[in-house]
Each structure stands twice: as C-alpha cells, then as structure tokens.
C-alpha cells in the first residue's frame, strides 16, 4: 500500500493527550476527513484512529487509546502520512513539491484553457497558483484537493473544476 506524507504531529496539548498537527496546507481536508492515520515511528507506520479533531485554535488531534500527555509525547515530532486512496490530491506532487506545478497549464474539465502557472504563492489560509492567461491577465487560482480533478504530468496539465464566475470576477466581466 502506498502512502503519502501529509503532515506532521508537533506537540502535546493539553491534559487529554491531544497533540497539535501541523497539516500541509494542500492536504489539510484529506486529514478532517480521515478517521485513520498513520505515525512514522521508527521507521514504521502506525495506524491511530481519530477520535476527535479540534480547529477552534490550534489543529489538534485525540487519538483512540492516547490518553495522557505522556502518552502523546511518544509520537509527538512524528511525520504523519495517509493512505494514498485516502487522499483527494493522489499524483506524484505531495504538499512540499506544488512549487513543481509551475509551467504546468490549468484547463477547466469542460475544456477550457485558463493559463500558464507562473509561480505557486502561500496566501492566508491557503495556496494560489499565478497565472498569466493570453491577453497578459494576471489570475489567481486557488490549489485545494476540491478543486483539482488531475493530474497529467506528461502533457504539463493540471485539470481543475473551477467555482463559477472565479476567472471572470478577477478579469472584470
């Protein structure tokens, strides 16, 4: 089975054994999703199950059977990974590696040619491809798992299903 780094476990929190997550950015809806994941310890993956998931202020994780601080210390600085079939963005480009995606063409999945990404920014909250469409039009795309639909590294193609109105609204239309 193959899995993917999506982010890692950083301190414990708390008097419950809840442990604070520091997601990819890119992968951050696969983990409210999943109810499994997996610790990289020692050079092996361990499965814990999701008991609860808190975002009021931090991102912060309960698993099954971590009950105490001392417990969650244990796999506190661990990598954390999901199980690929689990994970909406499933190329080769894990969260580290979306700067590869410059040069590559967004194309809606009716066809549509949008643009060139000239460079992939950090914003608040979350990642923007920039583009320059054919008219010099500087576009902002942004790069969530909901959005993009595939991937084909061959042609340099990145298949997204856009909101409506998203291109038009930066273009003035």
Known sequence: MEYITVGKLNKSFGTKGQIRVVPEKAFKSDLENCDVWFVEKAGHLIPYFVESLDESVHFLVKFEDVDAPETAKEITGCILKLRKKDVSYKEDIEGDDLDKLVGFTIKTESGQIIGRIQSVEEYPKQLMA???????????????????????????????????????SQLGK
């Open 130 to 168: 920039i583009l320059i469409d054919d008219k010099q039009n500087r576009i902002l795309i942004p790069l969530v798992s909901e959005f993009m639909k595939d991937l084909d590294v061959t042609n340099s193609l990145l298949i997204m299903n856009l909101p409506e109105g998203l291109i038009e």
